[in-house]
């Protein structure tokens, strides 16, 4: 068994004297470990980092080994200021907590790589809106998106500022109004605005996106939001 694809290091562990175990969000293999043998290539198999990969393996259910070659350096760049670091430390937890591996999503690993050239180049305020579209893509990979498309209780594509906690659809300012306080904010700019989100909106964005991610796909895994995700809605 052998393929050939482009892939984003999530996170890399040793194995044995010289052995790292690297797992990458690949193109076209979805979610994807392998081991990689000899400490050179350890630099390149940092968070963050966009790798050319070679894997091998006699069976494909099996670890398999990569080869890999270092096609873009990011880790550098976003571990110097503290927005991009915590960025890219929840992308990293979150991808690695809610992704099954080799579940296929070519988008969602595209997104990823303009998600973290902006994280190198600009601040929170800046690529958290993209951080957010890329966590309802994720949702929407995984079978869960978000219903944006009309309002819930009656169909009107009007106004829609609310979104419903428990069906993941928009309601409407009108419908929703009674209710107002057990509905999640619905940001203009997932609606596709022109207009440039505030930093209120990004963070009612992580909030809707962080519900959802964690109902629908951490909980029933037994699993908890990680730490490095609620870490970005400090920022």
């Known amino acids: 068994m052998e393929w050939i694809d482009r892939g984003i290091v999530l996170s890399s562990r040793s194995y044995g004297e010289t052995g790292i175990i690297a797992d990458v969000l690949t193109q076209a293999h979805g979610r994807h470990l392998g081991l990689v043998r000899g400490s050179k290539a350890r630099a390149a198999l940092q968070p963050g980092n966009s790798l050319s990969l070679t894997w091998r393996a006699r069976l494909p259910e099996q670890l398999g080994s990569y080869a890999v070659e270092l096609a873009r350096a990011r880790a550098g760049a976003l571990m110097e200021s503290r927005d991009s670091l915590t960025g890219l430390n929840a992308f990293c937890a979150v ?30 305020a800046h690529w958290g809106p993209l951080y957010v579209r890329w966590e309802a893509g994720l949702l929407d990979a995984l079978g869960f998106g978000l219903d944006l498309s009309q309002c819930a209780a009656t169909g009107s594509v009007q106004d829609l500022i609310y979104v419903s906690p428990r069906t993941g659809r928009a309601v409407s300012q009108g419908a929703g109004a009674d209710y107002a306080s057990r509905l999640l904010s619905l940001p203009q700019f997932l609606l596709g605005s022109s207009q440039a989100p505030d930093l209120a909106e990004t963070r009612a964005g992580l909030k809707l996106t962080g519900h959802f991610l964690l109902e629908r796909v951490l909980v029933p895994h037994g699993r908890e939001m990680p730490q490095a995700r609620l870490r970005l809605d400090a920022l």
């Open 95 to 124: 991808t690695g907590a809610a992704f099954p591996e080799h579940q296929v999503h070519a988008a969602l690993h595209d997104v990823a790589e303009i998600l973290l050239d902006a994280m190198m180049e600009s601040d929170f």
